[in-house]
């Protein structure tokens, strides 16, 4: 039932907030810089987290991720508005936890790049990205990610501008969502309903892969004045 709260602060380094877990608490970081965002714990019922006009500038290429999220998040939120999230490491936002039932992301408004141009070979996917879900960690059921208006950019033709897979969890992205080079790869590990995926005006993508497993009831997919190299829509 606690209340943590930074505002107009500069950091030198990074903001690493690290949590047993939560109920009912309330997080805001509103008008801060600093060079990375390290979040880790469980996020419960009645937990938000919200990041607002904030700037998360990592400039050392050898820093892996720029914000990284290991946090659970169940009948939580975890939204992001008007934010930087800037990197020349191999990844800009990253999640290596799971979303569960109740859980919402939700990134508004913000800019998000890697820089990051040497391809990345060896482990699992996604092994570089602006905005990545770590393989084994889903959108489950009755969970969500949106997504609105953010401008996404890669640093070469190696990395994932979104790379998410989800597990009966809802995937809501409008058409106000800019991406620019790269891949595109949304893998839904089951059956979903009710999933909203529109891309507009993103050029020189590298593919856009829509598929996964399960039945699709209620899709709506659309592209519209985009350009690319290949596209797959393959739901099963």
Known sequence: NGIFSVTDTILASAMDITTGT????????NRTSMTRFLLSGAFTAGCAMMIDQCNVINTVSTITTAFMNSATFRDSLLEIRRTTIDTNGIFAFFNNAHVYAGGIHRLVDNFIRTTYTVQITSGQEPKQAAIGYYYANYVYTN?????????????????FGLYVRPNNGRI??????????????VYHMTSADNNHFILNQSTM????????????????????????????????
């Open 205 to 236: 993508l590298q593919s856009v892969t829509y598929s996964g497993a399960g039945t699709h009831t209620n899709l709506t997919f659309v592209l519209e004045d985009c350009s690319g190299l290949s596209l797959v829509v393959s739901p099963a």
């Open 172 to 185: 809501i992205h409008d058409g106000l969502n800019r991406y620019t080079s790269g891949h595109i790869y």
């Open 22 to 29: 939560n109920t009912n608490g309330k997080y805001i970081v």
């Open 143 to 159: 969970a969500a990610l949106e997504m609105s208006n953010n401008e996404v950019s890669v640093g070469s033709n190696y990395s």
